[in-house]
């Protein structure tokens, strides 16, 4: 009789490809810690500056069924014209070959924000809740990704907690701090 947790199970039910690309979903979504603000100064007046230059973002990936990883992210941001913020991410995933990755994130009422992001399907939403940010977004693979941005009381960095299902069941988990580094 086959376990459960056994990954040959696992693959039948869901897919090989599928497992590998929760994986890749559970770093995107990490790397949504590198679009607001963490900094006090922008946060209440002009979020999306905070990622104006050069961030770094840190986390520990759980994907389910799978030997939790590192990731690291660097950033470079700029604010265009529109006041939208444009960031570049290099993802460095613990065993992994790097990827980038594209955002473009632009404010759309009061504590309310929208944007792409390369492996999103559809747009990016973005709410302030009591001082927190909480991003929702859609991916491949009927994925759905809820991340909680809490700004730490330097001014310089925020914690990144981030859930990602699919058909309402937590398929992979990530905590996480970004800071500026310039």
Request: glycine share 10%; aromatic share 8%.
């Amino acid at each position: 009789m086959e376990r459960f947790w056994d990954p040959g199970v696992w693959s039948a039910v869901i897919g090989e490809s599928y497992l590998e690309h929760t994986r890749k979903i559970a770093v995107g979504a990490i790397i949504c810690a590198a679009i607001l603000p963490v900094s006090a100064d922008a946060g209440t007046s002009q979020p999306l500056r905070f990622f104006e230059g050069r961030t770094e973002m840190q986390a520990v990936v759980k994907v389910i069924m799978k030997k939790p990883y590192r990731s690291r992210t660097l950033g470079q941001g700029r604010i265009l014209g529109d006041g939208s913020l444009a960031l570049l991410q290099q993802v460095y995933d613990e065993g992994q070959a790097p990827e980038q990755r594209r955002w473009k994130v632009k404010q759309v009422g009061p504590g309310r924000y929208s944007g792409t992001m390369t492996e999103a399907v559809g747009p990016v939403a973005v709410d302030e809740v009591d001082g927190s940010y909480r991003f929702k977004f859609k991916m491949k693979g009927d994925l759905l990704v809820e991340q909680w941005l809490t700004p730490a009381p330097d001014g310089n960095s925020a914690q990144s907690k981030l859930t990602v299902r699919k058909f309402g069941m937590k398929v992979a988990s990530s905590t996480g701090f970004v800071r500026r580094v310039g």
